[in-house]
């Protein structure tokens, strides 16, 4: 399977950081977040990405041209002119970082990737957003469920809107921010088939209106109900929680 990652946005809560870089590459502790979410990812066994960017792309680019360099020490032989790295941090990935559009809203990004989509179903989340979700769960959820997608619901702080989840996990709305204390939210984590891709129509849509809001009208979106970490990184406090989190080593993400 493939993670296909959300990750041109201009992230303009978070602008302290954001006018330099795409939210993706700002740090929690000495890595940028989308690594974190890929070093997540790939504890589950998943070794190939497909990046959306956008605004700032060839920041994302640039991090992963270089990444074995920037991960390795380095001695350098001046006399001779050779150097040496040594210490280096692989990983067993293969990314692929797609420029989907500077302005183009997050269904027309997911369109713009779809040549490198395979016909099997795919994994789909933000560039920004961390969770200790069972990703095993949530693809046996999806598979149980027959439905072309299925979306995390994790608990909220007030300021998201919050999903009307069914008896038998269909998600059957979307309501207004400031829901009942103890609803549930899109929390971002998505396992898609690719037949999804057949209700986008053009680039202009976002993949929450014109995706998620149609199948849940027509019953078709499931819900994996998730009840322990998640945390999105849109302003400069939650990314202080995040990198507080990190550094004291008690980040529920971290499980390799």
């Known amino acids: 399977m493939k993670l296909v990652i959300f990750a041109g946005g201009f992230g303009t809560r978070l602008s302290e950081e954001t006018q330099s870089i795409p939210k993706p590459m700002v ?10 979410i890929m070093k997540y990812y790939s504890f589950f066994g998943i070794s190939d990405f497909v990046i959306c960017g956008g605004y700032k792309v060839e920041e994302i680019k640039d991090y992963f041209s270089n990444f074995y360099r920037n991960s390795s020490d380095l001695f350098i ?42 016909s099997e ?6 560039g920004d957003g961390l969770s200790n979700i069972d990703l095993n769960a949530l693809l046996k959820s999806h598979d149980n469920a027959g439905k072309p997608l299925t979306i995390s619901a994790t608990r909220p702080p007030q300021r998201f809107g919050t999903l009307s989840i069914g008896a038998d996990n269909t998600v059957e709305g979307f309501n207004e921010k400031y829901g009942k204390e103890h609803a549930y939210i899109n929390g971002g984590f998505f396992v898609c088939d690719p037949k999804i891709l057949d209700i986008i129509h053009d680039d202009s849509g976002m993949f929450e ?5 149609k199948l849940a009208m027509s019953r078709s979106l499931n819900a994996f109900k998730h009840d322990d970490f998640w945390q999105p990184m849109d302003t400069v406090y939650e990314r202080n929680i995040l990198n507080q989190m990190w550094l004291n080593d008690q980040a529920p993400w971290k499980v390799w």
């Open 77 to 118: 032989d001046l006399s001779n002119n050779t150097a040496i790295f040594s210490n280096s941090q692989v990983e067993n990935w293969k990314i692929r970082v797609v420029d989907t559009g500077y302005d183009t809203l997050t269904a027309g990004r997911l369109s713009r990737v779809r040549e490198f989509i395979d």
């Open 27 to 36: 740090k929690v502790g000495n890595m940028p977040i989308i690594w974190h």
């Open 209 to 213: 209106e014109d995706v998620l809001k």
């Open 121 to 126: 179903c795919f994994y789909l989340t933000y």
